[in-house]
């Protein structure tokens, strides 16, 4: 499948011409030009609260960025100058999403969403948001995705938590060890080289599962913490399993942080990966059998990880499920008719969409193959939700007869239970990354 190129959308006409109402200059940076770059590094780093980025840092994420559309809000104060820091960026590129079946859908991916603390609170987060989507709409892209730092932002323009993730930690002295396997060998990695191991098991495991997006080289720096600037790089440590035939399967990136009263550590996972059960088996095992250890953390895991059944005592697993992967469905037709279905179905959808894209009431038909037809219709609806509530569906991350016991959408219980028939998946849709 070939995607469009973000970087060849210019900016959205609408917001361009609101925020120009407000002094504002809204604009796609050059960053072919080093003093426009910096100043978006600079003013993205600022609005994420973290340290003023050296110029290592700079060019490492300049070099990363320049594979994005990213756009700048500057204020007509700052004049031409181009080494004037912009109020407000957002920066964006079309990616696959894997969906349920196997294939993939094309993802508007949006990142970078800051404001100036100057310039909080006077509506540019929103011309910059509704003006991605309607950039990703021009494009033709029939999804947009994000992950949050905060939870209450993005609803209010349509996107809804559709990929959900476990965050765990194990008692690992409660646990009781986790049987070795059998077959194949766990060993340590160098830092330098667990970037590209990332990189290649991730790229085989994302296909598993709804919700996953490729990673890019910077994101596997800095898991590895071989990133400029990573300042607690070097006490990062990495293991691998091989399988019987010598591949790599799983990739398990950590870092200890010693207890001293307790003559022990906790073993904080950055990152785990793996494309086989085995491999995955084989890393917990490392990490929850490794001596010394107090407990064992990890985030973003998927929420039917096998972890609590390999321990022999559940209880020394606590996990904390919450939101991670945003989606927010453009297009109805095409974004449902990417993916394929368990079950077949025959009902009315009403889609409610303040901002239009999604607006109307839709058949949605799929057979015995698992494929889906999706037609706009006069009919009566069986089930009315808004399209927070759809995108929230769409990978299976929740069900239809949850979101009505919330009230979140109007549907019979028969209607909802056969919509989750349809829409339910054997593997959780995760998504194992921050962008
Ligand atoms: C969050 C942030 C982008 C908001 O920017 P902003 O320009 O002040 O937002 P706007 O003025 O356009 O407000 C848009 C809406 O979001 C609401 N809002 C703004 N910040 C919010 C927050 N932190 N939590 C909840 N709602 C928020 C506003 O009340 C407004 O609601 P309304 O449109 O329903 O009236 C900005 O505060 C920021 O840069 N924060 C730090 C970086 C960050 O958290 N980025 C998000 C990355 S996922």
């Given at each position: 499948m070939v995607f469009p190129d973000a970087r060849d959308v210019p900016v959205d006409p609408l917001s361009e011409q609101r925020l120009s109402g407000s002094g504002l200059d809204y604009r796609i940076v050059d960053l072919a030009d080093p003093a426009a770059a910096r100043a978006f590094v600079r003013a993205e780093t600022r609005g994420f609260l973290d340290q003023e980025p050296d110029d290592e840092s700079v060019r490492a994420t300049v070099d990363m960025m320049a594979a994005r559309r990213n756009v700048g809000v500057y204020a007509a104060t700052a004049g031409s100058a181009v080494d004037a820091l912009p109020v407000a960026t957002v920066d964006s590129w079309v990616t696959p999403m894997t969906v349920p079946g196997g294939g993939h859908v094309p993802m508007w991916a949006i990142s970078a969403v800051t404001v100036a603390g100057t310039h909080r609170r006077r509506g540019i987060a929103r011309s910059l948001l509704e003006g991605e989507l309607r950039a990703a709409v021009g494009a033709g892209i029939p999804v947009a995705g994000l992950t949050a730092?905060?939870?209450?932002?993005?609803g209010r323009y349509g996107f809804g938590p559709a990929a959900p993730v476990a965050r765990v930690e194990v008692d690992a002295r409660r646990a009781g060890g986790i049987a070795p396997e059998p077959t194949g060998v766990v060993e340590y990695v160098d830092r330098e080289q667990l970037p590209e191991a990332l990189s290649q098991v991730h790229e085989r495991a994302?296909?598993?599962?709804?919700?996953q997006i490729p990673g890019w080289p910077l994101r596997w720096m800095r898991l590895a913490g071989t990133a400029p600037g990573e300042e607690k790089g070097r006490a990062v440590r990495g293991a691998q399993y091989r399988d019987a035939d010598g591949v790599v399967r799983g990739v398990l990136v950590y870092a200890l942080e010693i207890l001293d009263a307790e003559f022990g550590a906790d073993l904080v996972i950055r990152h785990v990966v793996a494309d086989a059960p085995e491999a995955l088996r084989a890393l917990w095992a490392f990490a929850v059998n490794?001596?010394?250890?107090r407990t064992v953390r990890a985030d973003l895991?998927?929420?039917?990880?096998?972890l609590p059944w390999l321990v022999a005592d559940q209880r020394a697993v606590r996990t904390t499920v919450h939101d991670h992967g945003w989606l927010r469905i453009l297009d109805v037709p095409s974004a449902l008719g990417a993916r394929s279905y368990r079950a077949p179905l025959d009902l009315v959808i009403r889609v409610s969409d303040p901002l239009g894209f999604a607006e109307g009431s839709w058949r949605v038909r799929i057979g015995q193959d698992g494929a889906a037809v999706i037609e706009p219709t006069a009919d009566a609806a069986d089930i009315a939700l808004d399209v927070a509530a759809l995108s929230s569906l769409y990978l299976g991350g929740v069900s239809a007869t949850t979101l009505r016991a919330a009230g979140r959408i109007t549907a019979t219980a028969d209607s909802a239970a056969s919509f989750d028939d349809a829409f339910g998946s054997a593997s959780a849709p995760t998504l194992s990354i921050w962008y």
């Open positions: 730092t905060e939870a209450t932002i993005y994302r296909e598993q599962r709804a919700g490794h001596d010394l250890i895991q998927p929420v039917d990880d096998p």
